[in-house]
């Protein structure tokens, strides 16, 4: 079994120490608090005298600032950094060469499970970078999930990873949305819950409402048909949505960006065609 340093331990990071020790690893162990070792110590860590330590650095910190504070100017020649930390794109790339100045290499990840899915079946985490670099030591991060290698630009995993969140946070908020006005009217979460997992089993699936496939193909050919559903339709349909939720006495931040969105693709002359067309506004901000 290989070694593997782990920078970080709130509950994503100690989780993935404890998957690593479980899997028969050798764990070091490193945080800015440095009592939050001591349960993974106790468990068969290794306590780090500092960050850079050893070849493989896992790092799962709040920010990439963290990263930087955490390892100062500590050269990391012949070192590779997995950092699965949160940022933006071009945070990661600025990252790379901040990694690459100082003789390492970077490895940037997004794993698209929570703590407790660690090591689970369907776990999978998206990594860009130097291929050859995860392709090292992709046996041990096997551990932690699926390897999932999306390409070579540093900033791709985080870019998979946030619109994974986008669709994950919107899918969300709208159950949230549809069981408030639900429960207006006396109907219990638990009871909408089967129809609301029916309609995204069935947007993911082939059928006529599969509109994921659906999107995608329209999405990549350029050509949105609105002959049965047009975007229009959505637009005043949205409309009567928001509507409704106020009636109710409910919040309705989130519905109404949706309304306005339709409703500035539909006066951008795109209300004929379906309701793909509103990318065209997505990619051309008002």
Do not use: C
């Not at 945080?31 to 290794?46: C, E, F, I, M, S």
């Not at 504070?69 to 060469?97: H, W, Y």
């Not at 940037?108 to 079946?121: D, E, K, L, R, S």
């Not at 995204?200 to 994921?212: N, S, T, V, W």
């Amino acid at each position: 079994m290989s070694e593997v340093t782990v920078i970080g331990l709130g509950p994503m990071g100690s989780a993935m120490a404890e998957t690593f020790l479980a899997a028969g690893h050798e764990v070091t162990v490193w945080n800015r608090t440095a009592n939050k070792a001591d349960p993974l110590v106790a468990k068969g860590a290794t306590r780090a005298a500092g960050p850079a330590t050893g070849e493989l650095l896992v790092i799962s910190q709040t920010a990439y600032q963290a990263m930087y504070e955490s390892l100062g100017e500590a050269r990391l020649d012949g070192k590779t950094l997995v950092n699965l930390s949160s940022g933006t794109p071009d945070e990661l790339r600025e990252a790379a060469g901040w990694v690459a100045e100082r003789g390492g290499t970077l490895v940037t990840a997004g794993i698209m499970v929570p703590p407790p899915g660690i090591g689970q079946p369907g776990a999978y985490t998206f990594y860009s970078g130097p291929k050859e670099a995860l392709d090292r030591y992709a046996g041990t991060l096997e551990a932690l999930s699926e390897v999932t290698y999306v390409g070579e630009d540093p900033g791709l995993a985080m870019m998979y990873y946030q619109a994974q969140l986008l669709m994950f946070w919107s899918s969300l908020t709208s159950f949230m949305y549809a069981a408030a006005l639900l429960g207006t009217a006396g109907v219990r979460p638990t009871a909408f819950a089967p129809l609301a997992q029916g309609l995204h089993g069935e947007l993911a699936a082939d059928g006529p409402m599969g509109y994921i496939k659906i999107l995608s193909e329209e999405l990549e050919s350029g050509v949105y048909p609105g002959d049965e559903n047009s975007l229009h339709m959505q637009a005043v349909g949205m409309g009567h949505v928001v509507e409704t939720l106020r009636a109710a006495g409910l919040e309705t931040t989130v519905p109404e960006a949706l309304h306005r969105l339709f409703a500035r693709a539909d006066a951008e002359g795109h209300g004929h065609e379906g309701i793909t067309a509103v990318v065209e506004s997505i990619r051309k901000p008002g």
